[in-house]
């Protein structure tokens, strides 16, 4: 979330993690704070830098310190994020909007939309601007799209709703600004059923039936799996559900 932190320490970090971990390293970039006002406050500090209208140009500058020789890197220039950079980390777009795909699109990056908590959003339409408009790049000759998506695979798709009540508390505690821990399946189940939770909660086959058809409609690469649950059992359950029925 690059308005909670300046881009030079952001690039130094990550160029560090590359030199240790040679071609293992990506490097997500979002522009919303990612938390509350008073948690992106405790983070920015006082720091006019910091803001979300600079994004464009902090953004350019953590690409032109991590080896983008299509940037000019501005007063960056004369730095250099790690002593010696024999490689680099593979820089990611991240957005929810058509904002994001936008900015990938005109800086040829890989994209992943956050399709595990932008429900009701069009997923669709932030894809189909960014391959219309993906300007090619070295490393990325051609658009690289990414949809993340939350799951939860149970025995039966009535076990797999229960589980999923916790993330239906999750989204009632986000928009009325009262956050806390993820609470138990049991103290889910008074809320209206109608509320939106985790978007694929079914059998294995039935959360992969769905699966299959958010890549068919997207023309996704790659699919990135997440999961608001209680227990972490839940979780590892799950993605062992999938992965079978996938036939991982």
């Given at each position: 979330?690059?308005?909670?932190?300046?881009?030079?320490?952001?690039?130094?970090?990550?160029?560090?993690?590359?030199?240790l971990?040679?071609?293992?390293?990506?490097?997500?970039?979002?522009?919303?704070?990612?938390?509350?006002?008073?948690?992106?406050a405790a983070l920015r500090g006082v720091s006019p830098y910091l803001t979300v209208e600079q994004f464009p140009d902090h953004l350019r500058a953590v690409l032109a310190l991590l080896?983008?020789?299509?940037?000019?890197?501005?007063?960056?220039a004369r730095l250099r994020a790690t002593p010696v950079a024999e490689s680099f980390p593979e820089v990611w777009m991240l957005g929810s909007s058509t904002y994001g795909a936008q900015v990938a699109a005109a800086l040829g990056l890989p994209f992943c939309y956050?399709?595990?908590f932008a429900m009701g959003s069009d997923v669709d339409a932030a894809l189909h601007l960014y391959r219309a408009g993906f300007q090619p790049s070295e490393r990325f000759p051609e658009p690289y799209p990414m949809v993340s998506a939350s799951v939860i695979a149970a025995e039966t798709t009535a076990e797999?709703?229960?589980?999923?009540g916790p993330s239906r508390v999750m989204v009632q505690s986000l928009r009325t600004g009262r956050l806390g821990p993820i609470v138990a399946p049991e103290n889910a189940t008074d809320l209206d059923p109608s509320l939106p939770g985790t978007q694929y909660a079914g059998t294995?086959?039935?959360?992969?039936?769905?699966?299959?058809?958010?890549?068919?409609?997207?023309?996704?690469?790659?699919?990135?799996?997440a999961g608001t649950v209680y227990d972490p059992a839940t979780r590892q359950d799950t993605l062992a559900r999938i992965a079978k029925a996938w036939g991982l």
């Open positions: 979330m690059l308005p909670n932190h300046m881009p030079f320490a952001v690039a130094e970090q990550f160029a560090i993690l590359e030199a971990h040679p071609g293992r390293i990506d490097l997500g970039i979002g522009r919303a704070p990612g938390t509350d006002q008073a948690t992106a080896g983008d020789d299509r940037i000019d890197p501005g007063p960056v956050a399709y595990h797999a709703q229960f589980l999923a294995a086959e039935e959360v992969v039936a769905g699966l299959d058809a958010l890549v068919e409609r997207t023309g996704a690469r790659e699919v990135m799996l």
